[in-house]
């Protein structure tokens, strides 16, 4: 069991380009989360999606979009990349609902110059 | 607006000692749940500790205790023999029948030998 993976694990743009990290679970669970990690901030959420085929707004969705085409994935899209998007982004995910435990992956660190 | 307040941005205690980490919520719910999170340097989030606020008894796990107090609306959490293994970025979040998690800032905790 692989359990959350991400992919790129580190990665630097420069503004204006664009990229997609992504986040594969093995766990058959249904919910899938992106947040972004600043200093002094905690964790914020993005984007999250609670099935295959669904997404939703969070809590900083601005410059970023999500596709849910498979249950297992979870694709986090910058389609300009700004230097306010440096951070680092996890992925998480939980079998069904607010009240489980979340699964993290293991972050992506982004730089864009 | 549910709010997630971590007072002490660092804390240190010596190996074997105890500490214990603040954590205060606002929310006008009754029923939700409350997460302590462990953040080491390798970065991955793993869960620590998990408290249903119906449930008046504090939650355990090993050395891990919480002191919930639902009124006051506080979830300490209180490491017991404190290991260099426990030196990590300690996140609070709660919950409440939504789809997300609401983070604290975070607190990081050195435990010197």
């Known amino acids: 069991n692989a359990g959350v993976t991400q992919t790129p694990k580190f990665r630097v743009l420069k503004t204006g380009q664009s990229m997609t990290l992504l986040c594969a679970q093995d766990?058959?669970?249904?919910?899938m989360y992106w947040y972004r990690q600043d200093p002094g901030m905690g964790l914020r959420l993005i984007h999250y999606?609670?099935?295959?085929?669904?997404?939703a707004k969070g809590e900083v969705p601005d410059g970023y979009n999500v596709s849910r085409l498979k249950k297992q994935n979870f694709l986090l899209g910058l389609e300009s990349a700004a230097p306010s998007q440096t951070s680092v982004y996890f992925c998480?995910?939980?079998?069904?609902?607010?009240?489980?435990?979340?699964?993290f992956g293991p972050g992506t660190r982004l730089t864009v110059l | 607006a549910q709010t997630v307040t971590q007072s002490q941005p660092e804390m240190s205690v010596q190996e074997a000692e105890t500490v214990t980490l603040s954590c205060t919520y606002d929310?006008?719910?009754?029923?939700?749940?409350l997460f302590w999170y462990k953040q080491p340097p390798s970065r991955q989030m793993i869960l620590v500790i998990r408290?249903?606020?119906?449930?008046?008894q504090n939650a355990t796990e090993n050395r891990f205790s919480v002191n919930f107090q639902k009124a006051a609306k506080s979830f300490s959490l209180k490491i017991s023999d404190s290991q260099l293994g426990d030196t990590a970025m300690y996140f609070c979040?709660?919950?409440?029948?939504?789809?997300?998690?609401?983070f604290g800032t975070g607190t990081r905790l050195q435990v010197f030998p």
């Open positions: 766990m058959n669970h249904e919910y």
């Open positions: 408290q249903e606020a119906y449930k008046q």
């Open positions: 979040a709660f919950t409440y029948n939504t789809d997300k998690l609401i």
């Open positions: 929310t006008s719910e009754s029923n939700y749940y």
């Open positions: 998480a995910s939980t079998l069904d609902g607010y009240y489980n435990e979340q699964f």
């Open positions: 999606s609670v099935g295959e085929g669904t997404t």
